[in-house]
T-cell receptor, first 117, second 115 residues
Framework: NAGVMQNPRHLVRRRGQEARLRCSPM?????VYWYRQLPEEGLKFMVY????????ESGMPKERFSAEFPKEGPSILRIQQVVRGDSAAYFC???????????????FGQGTRLTVV | AQTVTQSQPEMSVQEAETVTLSCTYD???????LFWYKQPPSRQMILVIR??????QNATENRFSVNFQKAAKSFSLKISDSQLGDTAMYFC????????????FGKGTRLHILP
């Protein structure tokens, strides 16, 4: 059973371009969480999705950022018109049930490091 | 709103020593879970240990144990007989129980185990 797969591992974009980050959750997992990690910072929550639904997007900037988790295929975090401040590591986590269940564990991918030049 | 604070940005200890990483949190809720995650240079986030707030007994996983002080809202991680492979960033994290909610992380402590 492969872990949470994120691709690409590294992504370089020029200012103004679009960045698309993909996350394939573990098999059987229907809950996906996206986090952003800035240098020397912890992980900041961005968005929580279940299949075809956004449950909580309170951590995601209102403009330029969007996320989806379609019925088929990976979850996508999309950043339009990237700026230098978007440079960060973006982590995806998935769980089989909602994480507040003690038996549920959120498994993290290895992240995508986005560099905006 | 819930917050998690890790007051030690960086620590270094000799191999085989015991080290304690501190974490405090703030919440007005009574039911929640606490976690410690390890992030080695590979950047993979690995769950180290977790604690249910309603349990008084401190969680233990091999060389890793916690000191959970609910009244003080403190959740420190103790690593015994530290090994070189323990070198990593360690994040304390919090989540409310019985809610569709997100995990909240502290800023992390960078731990160096010296040979």
């Amino acid at each position: 059973n492969a872990g949470v797969m994120q691709n690409p591992r590294h992504l370089v974009r020029r200012r103004g371009q679009e960045a698309r980050l993909r996350c394939s959750p573990m098999k059987g997992h229907s809950h996906v969480y996206w986090y952003r990690q800035l240098p020397e910072e912890g992980l900041k929550f961005m968005v929580y999705l279940q299949k075809e639904n956004i449950i909580d997007e309170s951590g995601m900037p209102k403009e330029r950022f969007s996320a989806e988790f379609p019925k088929e295929g990976p979850s996508i975090l999309r950043i339009q018109q990237v700026v230098r401040g978007d440079s960060a590591a973006y982590f995806c986590a998935s769980s089989q049930t909602a994480v507040p269940s003690f038996l549920a564990e959120a498994f993290f991918g290895q992240g995508t490091r986005l560099t905006v030049v | 709103a819930q917050t998690v604070t890790q007051s030690q940005p960086e620590m270094s200890v000799q191999e085989a020593e015991t080290v304690t990483l501190s974490c405090t949190y703030d919440t007005s809720e009574n039911n929640y879970y606490l976690f410690w995650y390890k992030q080695p240079p590979s950047r993979q986030m690995i769950l180290v240990i977790r604690q249910e707030a309603y349990k008084q007994q401190n969680a233990t996983e091999n060389r890793f144990s916690v000191n959970f002080q609910k009244a003080a809202k403190s959740f420190s991680l103790k690593i015994s007989d530290s090994q070189l492979g323990d070198t990593a960033m360690y994040f304390c994290a919090f989540i409310l129980q019985n809610r569709d909610d997100k995990i909240i992380f502290g800023k992390g402590t960078r731990l160096h185990i010296l040979p």
